[in-house]
């Protein structure tokens, strides 16, 4: 039997408190949803503006001029059962938590404020996510270039909300490919896919961002170990390019035998 959501008023109007999706919905209009990341986190609960007439926060432009500041009770108040359960806990377990230390990894999170790097492995080799160094910085290979974030920025996929690179397996590093002339498929790189640094290194982002260290965690969360997929290249439209680019070539190349061709007409008969 499926459980009936809590529910929790404000300002008159009734919001089901989801806690799998993190959002408050309209109980009446499901389609009315406060996503908890909208509102504002003050440590004890969560505080946004409120429009009565919208019933949500208001619009960029809205006209309401009867808005107001609303604060809610966090989640493992508002639902215990709910955060137990979504996050692997008892009820019991849960009573005096806050959501901070049900929503973090607190034991990922202190090595991490400790100074343990997180991982990534990428086609068998471990990466050190050194976000000082702006780079994924190889284990144990010290004449590689690694992966440099900057160098990658434009490979970036905000479908995938990964990048997605060509990488050379031998030398661990990332390799640009040379798209206007590439005729074949690379056969010493393969294509892998990694998430964002703020997703690789939370902890690491805010701090060079100079935010609080903690900043955004319960959305993001905090992990220790990453493992880089492989791409298949079918599957990045290299294909396309290739095809393309070998057609280019043989016109260059019809054309440029065309020219010889004129020019030894041009010339006339030999005497």
């Given amino acids: 039997m499926k459980r009936e959501l809590p529910v929790y008023n404000i300002e008159g109007t009734d919001f089901i408190v989801d806690v799998a999706s993190l959002q408050l919905c309209e109980k009446a209009n499901p389609e009315n949803v406060i996503p908890l990341f909208d509102m504002q986190d003050v440590g004890d609960g969560y505080v946004f503006d409120y429009s009565p007439k919208e019933k949500n926060i208001p619009r960029l432009f809205s006209d309401d001029t009867d808005v107001t500041t609303v604060k809610i009770p966090e989640l493992v108040q508002l639902d215990p059962v709910g955060m137990a359960e979504k996050y692997g806990y008892s009820v019991h377990e849960v009573q005096g938590k806050t959501d901070f230390a049900l929503m973090v990894d607190q034991q990922v999170l202190g090595r991490r404020l400790m100074g343990q790097l997180p991982t990534v492995d990428i086609a068998g080799h471990t990466f050190y996510v050194d976000i000082t160094m702006d780079m994924l910085r190889p284990k144990d290979d010290f004449v590689s270039n690694g992966i440099v974030f900057k160098q990658i920025d434009h490979y970036y996929d905000d479908d995938k909300e990964a990048y997605v690179i060509p990488y050379n397996p031998k030398k661990h ?97 030999k005497l």
């Fill in 173 to 269: 590093e990332f390799q640009e490919l040379d798209y206007e002339n590439i005729t074949a498929i690379p056969k010493d790189l393969i294509v892998i896919s990694f998430p964002h640094e703020i997703a690789l290194d939370p902890v690491g982002f805010n701090r060079k961002g100079g935010w609080d260290e903690t900043d955004g965690l319960k959305l993001k969360n905090i992990k220790s170990h990453f493992e880089a997929k492989i791409i298949d290249w079918k599957e990045t439209g290299i294909e396309q390019t290739i095809k393309e680019n070998i057609k280019k070539q043989q016109q260059s190349k019809q054309g440029d035998q065309s020219r010889k061709t004129g020019n030894r007409h041009r010339k006339g008969p």
